[in-house]
T-cell receptor
């Protein structure tokens, strides 16, 4: 089955620093990748949609200058949380659509970010 | 606009009981997909089922069954003879023409021994 990996799985950083999270599709090409955020005991909220080779589309209320998304290849998308603050602490999950099976998203295992 | 409602925030049952998790959705798309995911404490989403809008057949997979009714815009999930390992948060989700996925708020299921 299709596998999506995320790295790192956990990260702790100091307030004001930037953190990069990678999302990779391991055995398929992903023309579209999605980034979600999940706060404790809440649902997954879509942050942005990332298409390979083009700018990401952000959901309302998500700061594009704070959450930088790069989808440089068909197997890799990165999310950079710039100048992270404690309120950015959350569980970040990416998903990817297989260009051959567009009706299904494959989810990564998630990245827990803790900003001190 | 797409919306998924899971009215049950938390459910607690005793092992071997049957439990049904409700999901009601709203969409203007004529073609859409409905999903159920399980999220154990580790956080990783576990895919359970995908159903497209043209397939209203109910599905059974082991102790799991799903009831899709377009007339009531519902896609309910039943676990038969629940087990402690079923304890998790369960999400219903909807994906339509825009290709993104909208999740319900989730239902936290606790199965007690």
């Amino acid at each position: 089955g299709a596998v999506v990996s995320q790295h790192p799985s956990r990260v702790i950083c100091k307030s004001g620093t930037s953190v990069k999270i990678e999302c990779r599709s391991l055995d398929f090409q992903a023309t579209t990748m999605f980034w979600y955020r999940q706060f404790p005991k809440q649902s997954l909220m879509l942050m942005a949609t990332s298409n390979e080779g083009s700018k990401a589309t952000y959901e309302q209320g998500v700061e594009k200058d704070k959450f930088l998304i790069n989808h440089a290849s068909l197997t890799l998308s990165t999310l950079t949380v710039t100048s992270a603050h404690p309120e950015d602490s959350s569980f970040y999950i990416c998903s990817a659509k297989d260009r051959g099976r567009l009706e299904t998203q494959y989810f990564g295992p998630g990245t827990r970010l803790l900003v001190l | 606009a797409q919306k998924v409602t899971q009215a049950q925030t938390e459910i607690s049952v005793v092992e071997k009981e049957d439990v049904t998790l409700d999901c009601v959705y709203e969409t203007r798309d004529t073609t859409y997909y409905l999903f159920w995911y399980k999220q154990p404490p580790s956080g990783e989403l576990v895919f359970l089922i995908r159903r497209n809008s043209f397939d209203e057949q109910n599905e059974i997979s082991g102790r799991y069954s799903w009831n899709f009714q377009k007339s009531t815009s519902s896609f309910n999930f039943t676990i038969t003879a629940s087990q402690v390992v079923d304890s998790a948060v369960y999400f219903c989700a909807l994906s339509g023409g825009a290709n993104d996925m909208r999740f319900g708020a989730g239902t936290r299921l606790t199965v007690k021994p």
